[in-house]
């Protein structure tokens, strides 16, 4: 199986003379590569390269990323081993769980000797930086020019799916702050997808609001785009190699249990251009949402909305929470009366002095009436102006109104001064 590494080795440095020297894995604006309809740009290498068969899994497992210590442009023996090794066990992403099979041990050095150890686990190694540009290789592959500019992140070559080799130090040319930039570029680029409403883009709500939050997320996001990537990759052809499928035989004359045999898949452009990159966006919030639980997620939050959610900003989102929230509200009539004394409340055990009393009868009166007394106290002295702020045409209801307050106040033992 290790016989072709060779032809594996040439067409990585094929692709290497490619890049401009001058810039290292930063592409010039002017460069005809940066076109929209060339970027941005994702590739895939395929393993016919190195091997004549592959092993397919009939239930894959999910592929995690595994960071590993390397020396990025050093190339003695023993980062050079590391680098083939990693090369050869990405590149045979089509076996998943089951690619540790076809390396002895002494073939992988101690990094990932300690991972294959394990057992049948599906992992993808990429080289351990600060910026975790690796890990995140494929969401900033996805993002438009004009994103990159927005948020000041470089124009880098094509990426690469599965990480394959290293010439530079990636870190070297990414900016401060690249895992922030880049959470805000994903986040502005997904958010369409999350919050279709119009005139509800990500800066009408608040740094806090839950979907914001996840849409800053890219750990959330690095598995359904790496689902994506699969999906897109077992529809490529396969190498003609001549393999039949069938089972996989083991050294002990057995069969690997849930494996077949089969001719390992060509390689290419996963997407090229703004347009499949959109895309692969739109798949890739599919993905999450397979089971149902990031809709779940977003209708959640949607329902249960509070003011604090949106920004100072007007939204068509906002305008729907407003729009429910007064309806809702609408149901009930709340009238506010200004009082100008305050009255205050008395229980039975509060002592009777002077007007302490009077706060007590007033709870006996109606509405009208108790508005009534309010006005007198209030300096409104006249019935004719005390008729005109209750709305009644001359002063007669007032009178009578008043008269019965009276007979009230006599039989709750008030002495009443006219």
């Not at 990636?170 to 279709?196: E, K, N, S």
């Not at 608040?206 to 699969?230: G, K, M, S, Y």
């Not at 039949?244 to 077949?260: E, F, I, K, Q, R």
């Not at 004719?384 to 033992?413: C, D, P, W």
Request: hydrophobic share 40%.
């Amino acid at each position: 199986m290790t016989d072709t590494i060779e032809s594996a080795d040439l067409a990585m440095t094929d692709e290497r003379d490619h890049a401009d020297e001058t810039l290292g894995p930063l592409l010039d604006p002017g460069d005809e590569r940066a076109a929209p309809d060339l970027y941005p740009r994702l590739w895939n290498m395929s393993a016919g390269f190195m091997c004549k068969a592959v092993v397919r899994p009939q239930d894959p497992a999910r592929p995690e990323y595994i960071s590993v210590p390397m020396r990025p442009g050093i190339w003695d023996d023993a980062n050079l081993a590391l680098s083939v090794a990693i090369s050869k066990w990405n590149m045979l992403w089509e076996a998943a769980q089951f690619r540790r099979r076809f390396f002895d041990d002494e073939e992988l050095p101690s990094p990932l000797y300690k991972i294959a150890d394990q057992g049948d686990v599906n992992v993808v190694f990429v080289p351990r930086t600060q910026s975790r540009y690796h890990e995140y290789a494929p969401l900033f592959h996805l993002l438009p020019r004009s994103a990159l500019e927005r948020h000041r992140l470089p124009l880098l070559h094509r990426g690469q799916w599965p990480f394959i080799c290293e010439y530079a130090d990636i870190d070297r040319y990414l900016p401060a702050g690249f895992q922030q930039r880049l959470a805000r570029a994903w986040a502005g680029t997904v958010w369409r997808h999350l919050m279709p409403q119009p005139h509800s883009g990500i800066s009408k709500f608040t740094a806090n609001d839950p979907i914001r939050l996840l849409a800053h997320n890219l750990d959330f996001w690095v598995p359904p785009v790496t689902q994506v990537i699969e999906e897109y990759l077992r529809d490529f052809p396969v190498v003609d190699n001549g393999v039949t499928g069938g089972p996989v035989p083991l050294v002990d004359g057995s069969t690997l249990p849930g494996a077949t045999a089969a001719n390992p898949r060509m390689g290419g452009d996963i997407w090229c251009g703004e347009e499949e990159a959109a895309e692969a966006v739109r798949h890739t919030v599919d993905a999450a949402d397979a089971d149902g639980r990031l809709r779940g997620i977003l209708d959640a939050v949607r329902s249960h909305r509070c003011e604090d959610d949106f920004s100072p900003q007007w939204s068509g989102a906002r305008e729907d929470f407003e729009r429910r929230l007064y309806h809702k509200r609408s149901k009930v009539q709340v009238r506010f009366v200004e009082l100008t004394d305050t009255i205050p409340v008395h229980g039975p055990e509060t002592e009777v002095i002077d007007q302490i009393l009077f706060g007590d009868f007033l709870a006996l009166l109606d509405t009208r009436d108790r508005t009534i007394v309010v006005l007198l106290r209030s300096g409104v002295t006249r019935l004719t102006e005390v008729a005109q702020v209750m709305g009644y045409r001359t002063h007669s209801a007032v009178s009578k109104r008043l008269n019965h307050i009276l007979r009230q106040a006599s039989r709750f033992g008030l002495t009443v001064q006219e």
